[in-house]
């Protein structure tokens, strides 16, 4: 018998949900909100209430799409945490509503185990899968971390950011440049036509595998603010060179931890996933350092970094083929590590 799972991902500001039969994907479907675009940042009664709304279509198109019977599914498995407490509490609730209502059992994704298996979200048995144990570099608006996974249950943290994500930076520097939010894909766009060495910016000195992006962030404030002094215009002036800096220092900051946990752990395979994944100098970066290196390098689809359910529902059946399901007394957690 097949199993098929559900996933149903409403962590932020996005609500998704995704159905895999037997591992390979049939349907992902994803509701973006566009409500908290006039506030600068995802505000979270509104997303919460963007969830209520979007939820019973968006599961209901899932479905639809995969072609399959509300009464096929073996299991719903969503989001527990980490995240906004009121959104998740949206697709908590819901799935185990539905649960109740079809008779299945429910199972508890962690949202980053979500990001750091998305790789193994597959359309046909042939698409690649990377190999055990592997290195994904994670990195978000709310995480910078370096994970070394074992087996898809079995994840050690190596390092992460002691301040701000790579999102942040991306998002933070972009604001003080008067870019709408969130500014990491704006900085993306201008950095094509800039020059990435007509300004330098802090590097931190972080001891072992560890993250920092507050000095950077200081020192981009400090640019701007210095030279907007002498010239009004010189925001607007500089933009893509600006914007090509920043990108590069941060691509300069996350490549030097991931060397060094290359070869401390001697893994010959790497991952990047989250939000900041999708950023076409962090994915090129990568790719270069991979090939150079004789490195395994696996980038996810533009559309499995964001927040997405088929990265719960792969998740959630690894988790169901362990027979590791949730109560249904389960309660959401807004912060949970790897
Ligand atoms: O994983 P994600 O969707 O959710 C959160 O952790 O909140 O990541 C969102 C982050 C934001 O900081 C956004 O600016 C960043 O991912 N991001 C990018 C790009 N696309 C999204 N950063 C740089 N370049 C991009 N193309």
Known sequence: MSTIILG??????????AVIKDGLLLSNVIASQKVHEEYGGVVPELA??????????????????????????????FTRGPGLLGSLLVGTSF?????????????????????????FIRNTVTDR???FPYLCLLISGGNSQIILVNSPRDMQVLGQTIDDAAGEAFDKCAKVMGLPYPGGPHIDRLSQEGDPKRFKFAKPHIPELDYSFSGLK???LYTLRDNVKADPDFIENNKADLAASLQATIIAILLDKLDKAVKITGVKTVAIGGGVSANSGVRAAVADYC???????FIPERAFTTDNAAMVAIA??????DGDFCAMDAAPYARVSV
């Open 316 to 321: 959630g059946y690894f988790k169901y083929l």
């Open 291 to 297: 090939a150079s290196h004789n490195l395994a390098a």
């Open 129 to 131: 899968v990377p190999e």
């Open 218 to 220: 200081t020192s981009f």
């Open 48 to 77: 919460s209430r963007a969830h209520q709304q979007n939820i019973v279509p968006v599961v209901d198109t899932a479905i639809r799409r995969a072609g399959i019977s509300p009464s096929d599914i073996s299991a719903i498995a």
């Open 95 to 119: 799935a185990k509503g539905m649960a109740i209502g079809l008779g299945c059992r429910i199972v508890d994704v962690n949202h980053l185990h979500g990001h750091v298996l998305s790789h």
């Open 8 to 17: 149903i991902e409403s962590s932020c500001d996005d609500t998704s949900a």
